[in-house]
């Protein structure tokens, strides 16, 4: 029996008995519907974390670069929402990753003496821990509170008692992960959660040129399809399974109706795959699927609909040159 978990700089981990740990629980009930599904959120162990770093360099992967843009455009323009009433505030930071990004605005803020705290949320202990240690390096004077947990426990905690403002970072289009109903029911949580005058500043891909979009999901150096496949390998490393890589391969479609790109493993011969850790044998037929990522692109309208139909009123709207991508504000 795999028992995974550490605690490093300062992060306490819990030790889940890997037959009861989430990612056993989504491999149990996922590979049992039709059509077989894996979460994204399982991607992100250490060769994922990896991964999604050189992903994020891709030239054809223009989120990051795009995101990047707009947060270092307007880091002033933020810091000076984020301080209305010169209040301290707190930056909760759900899915913070390598926080490539908010370090634009950590370091711009930091120059200015701006008087925060930074709270990055990761299922992902190893980002997290990566995340930490080049954190306090940087910037050893920055007031740190970092939590090894899931978004939805974390917005739990945002209900207890604080007298800074609270500023909830969701950036790098994780909320394209979501369905329409679940980013519905998110910012629906988070309106419950927060106060009055509290910030949610969420990262949206724009729907753009369907081309762009494939190509963003299809890298030539094949690292998308590495990082898709990798889930197949923590598998077999974390629950004992004999998943063989070469004979899934990774497929990825975007609908320009829907607006969503999903992601797909493809079984590429009929095939037996145990999984030892949970006892169970996973039939699959030539050409069958396990979906493992949706990734949605929106319009203006429906960020629009989001924040009103959640409650929260649309205070900024940042894009990049191209009008690729869009970091919104929501006040609620
Ligand atoms: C696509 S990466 C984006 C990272 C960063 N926000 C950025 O913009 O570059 C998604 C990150 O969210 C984390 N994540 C995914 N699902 C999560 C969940 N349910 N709760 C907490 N973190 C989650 C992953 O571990 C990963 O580090």
Known sequence: MAVHGNTLSGISVELPASDTSPLADEVR?????????????????????????????????????SEYEILDTYKANLLAQFTTGERAFELVELGAGDGLKTKILLGFFADKNADFTYAPVDISVDALDELVIDLRQKWPDLRLNPRHDDYFNALEQL??????????????????????????????????????????????????????????????????????????????????????????DHYEVYNPETGEARSYLVSQKAQLVQIGALAMTVPFQYGEIIHTEISRKFTRTQIEQLAEQSGFSLTGWFTDCKGYFADVVFER
């Open 159 to 248: 209900s207890e008692e604080s007298n800074a403002r609270r500023v909830v970072l969701f950036l790098g289009s994780n909320i394209g992960n979501f369905t329409p109903e679940d980013a519905l029911d998110f910012y629906r949580q988070l309106h419950d959660r927060l106060q009055p005058g509290d910030l949610v500043l969420t990262g949206f891909d724009l729907q753009k040129h369907p081309a762009v979009i494939h190509a963003a999901y299809n890298d030539r150096q094949g690292l998308t399809r590495a990082f898709n496949l990798n889930l197949l390998h923590r598998i077999n490393r974390e629950l004992d399974a004999n998943f063989d890589l070469a004979a899934f």
């Open 29 to 65: 009930t996922g590979l049992q519907r039709t059509p077989k599904r894996l979460s994204s959120r399982f991607f992100y162990d250490a060769e994922g974390s990896r991964l999604f770093q050189e992903i994020m360099h891709a030239p054809e992967y223009y989120l990051t670069r």
